[in-house]
């Protein structure tokens, strides 16, 4: 794969993942920011999709649950470039069942390079950023010379 870039447009499709202690803080920001987020594609894992989708009445993709799965789900709709930006609401200090797949989703962002939120502040930021209601043009990664060293080795 050579560098490339690819368009994300203004209306974006965004994924909710959230900790177990950060569901209820996850939802009152979202409502709060419901207007601005309507017009976005939503999708959630498990039960932070039901409770969003009954939170604003409105509609979200509903995937697997975390621990089904359904964190793995994202990170294959980001590599597959149908993700354009994640809110995490991530708890540091809550242990998770799942770990490895939910810290593969921040690794799998910077690779990507989508806009990542993993708290309220950073996703305030995100949500009023210029771009978020325009297309917007990111650069993916230059992977030809690691694909290279693994099809071509010495």
Not at 12 to 22: F, L, Q, T
Not at 27 to 37: D, G, I, M, P, S
Not at 76 to 88: P, R, T
Request: a positive charge; glycine letters at 8%; aromatic letters at 10%.
């Amino acid at each position: 794969m050579t560098k490339s870039n690819r368009m994300i447009g203004d209306r974006k499709r965004i994924p909710w993942v959230a900790h177990g202690n950060k569901k209820k803080e996850m939802v009152e920001w979202a409502t709060y920011n419901q207007v601005t987020l309507f017009r976005h594609e939503l999708f959630a894992t498990g039960t932070k999709g039901i409770l969003l989708k009954d939170a604003w009445d409105m509609p979200v993709k509903k995937l697997l649950s975390g621990q089904l799965s359904g964190d793995q789900q994202i990170g294959s709709m980001i590599a597959e470039g149908k993700i354009d930006m994640m809110f995490f609401f991530w708890d540091p200090m809550e242990a998770q069942p799942h770990n490895t797949d939910t810290k593969a989703l921040p690794r799998l962002e910077v690779t990507w390079n989508i806009p990542f939120a993993c708290g309220r502040a950073s996703a305030e930021f995100i949500l009023l950023s210029l771009h978020l209601q325009d297309e917007y043009e990111i650069r993916l990664p230059d992977c030809s010379g690691y694909l290279k060293r693994l099809t071509h080795p010495g």
